[in-house]
């Protein structure tokens, strides 16, 4: 379906470059449309990063025109009849059709065919103007995710379309086909075949989505990577998550939420790492995280804030804090507490070795010192000055008195 000036153009073109290469392309009798996330993710009213550009151009046409206009193009996969274009600091990927054009009256529907899904199917030119196949505007606005076609060919075309599957169902799903999940469950076997890397990207972006639980709670229920992870645990605790970041406006973290999902002991954490693939400061963070004793009462006052800022990174304060209040409705009581503990500097103590030194301390004593007054300034909520300390340590040890 046809549907003129449907986006405002603006909302297209990042760039006076993007809009160059439009022009180049027209100029030489070309055709040149967004595709795909893009154009799906600007309909939603979502923030895309990646352009995804298509031409009706043959890779060697297209390669000879930026030749001709002195544009850098770049050949990033002519298997996939994919090349880079550089036009000053900007570089846009641009896929051919690939399709024998003598032999298909419409070469952007049979493009549109061998796409996944009817939402990522959705073309738009450079006034606005939107090509839409296979109603994936319908099924856009009304959540549901399907495959376009007979799912089981969508499938067999590329087995990651099973994860994609899901993962779409994560960010816009309100209504499943039930066409189409039967063929994922049905074809899971075939994930197998994938290198785990692939998997783990689909499902990092799945765990990252809006409706998260709602995937995932079909992912676990049908078994489609008992393969690989057993089921998560708190798929409840995830939704309250979600809410939470939303209404707090907290920027999600995937280490938050696979702690969340899985609430796992060292032993899972160390196996999770494993299976994501995490990196090392990602697997720190979780291993702290599950190490961390912390509760509602590390963060009820100012006190408990900074004693656990002193023991923990602000990062593990703030999971920490925010997971152990999954059960708490109190949004304007949890609102002034994480403004605290953002704003809050961790703590310092305020006492070095030398210190002890210039007081008359023996050297050999030196751990013993510190230790009793870290412990008087830690019980005080680290809010003791250093000459609150230095008069305490004359007073428990006797020097300067």
């Known amino acids: 379906m046809f549907y003129p000036e449907f986006i405002k153009s603006q909302k297209l073109f990042v760039n006076e470059d ?43 046409e297209f390669a000879d025109i930026c030749d001709d206009e002195g544009i850098k193009c770049i050949k990033i996969g002519l298997k996939f009849f994919s090349l880079g274009v550089i036009i000053n600091n900007s570089f846009f990927k641009v896929t051919t059709l690939g399709l024998d054009e003598d032999n298909i009256k419409d070469v952007w529907k049979a493009d549109a065919a061998q796409r996944d899904l009817t939402i990522n199917a959705v073309y738009a030119d450079d006034k606005g103007n939107v090509f839409d196949y296979f109603d994936g505007i319908k099924d856009l606005e009304k959540g549901v995710i399907k495959f376009i076609g007979n799912p089981q060919k969508a499938i067999e075309r590329n087995y990651i ?24 469950i049905e074809n899971k076997k075939l ?104 509760d509602k009462e590390n963060f009820s006052d100012l006190k408990a804030i900074n004693q656990s800022l002193y023991k923990y990174d602000r990062n593990i304060c703030i999971d920490k804090f925010l997971t152990a209040n999954l059960d708490n409705q109190n949004i304007e009581q949890l609102s002034k507490t994480l403004n605290t503990l953002l704003l809050t500097p961790r703590p310092i103590f305020p006492l070095t070795a ?19 007054l870290k412990n008087e300034w830690l019980e005080s909520g680290c809010l003791l000055s250093k000459d609150e300390l230095i008069e305490k340590f004359k007073l428990i040890f006797k020097y300067g008195v």
């Open 161 to 184: 379309h099973i994860m994609r599957f899901f993962r779409f169902c994560a960010m816009f799903g309100q209504k499943i086909d039930k066409k189409s999940l039967k063929a994922c």
């Open 354 to 372: 030398q210190d002890f030194i210039n007081l008359g301390g023996e050297k050999k004593f030196i751990s013993v010192y510190m230790e009793a």
């Open 18 to 60: 993007l809009l160059h290469l439009f022009k180049i392309i027209e100029k030489h009798g070309g055709t040149l449309r967004f595709v795909g996330g893009f154009v799906r993710d600007t309909i939603a009213g979502y923030k895309h990063a990646d352009i995804d550009l298509v031409t009706d151009l043959s890779p060697t």
């Open 191 to 294: 994930l197998q075949q994938l290198s785990q890397e692939k998997i783990k990207e689909e499902l990092f972006k799945i765990i990252m989505a809006p409706y998260a639980a709602r995937a995932l709670e079909l992912v676990f229920k049908y078994g489609v990577l008992d393969f690989m992870i057993a089921p998560a645990k708190d798929l409840d605790g995830l939704r309250v998550l979600e809410e939470l970041v939303i209404t707090l406006d907290i920027e999600r973290s995937i280490i938050r939420r696979i702690y969340v999902l899985f609430k796992p002991s060292i032993a899972r954490a160390n196996r999770l790492s494993s299976i994501f693939r995490l990196t090392k400061e990602q697997k720190e963070h979780l291993l702290t995280l599950c190490n961390a004793k912390l």
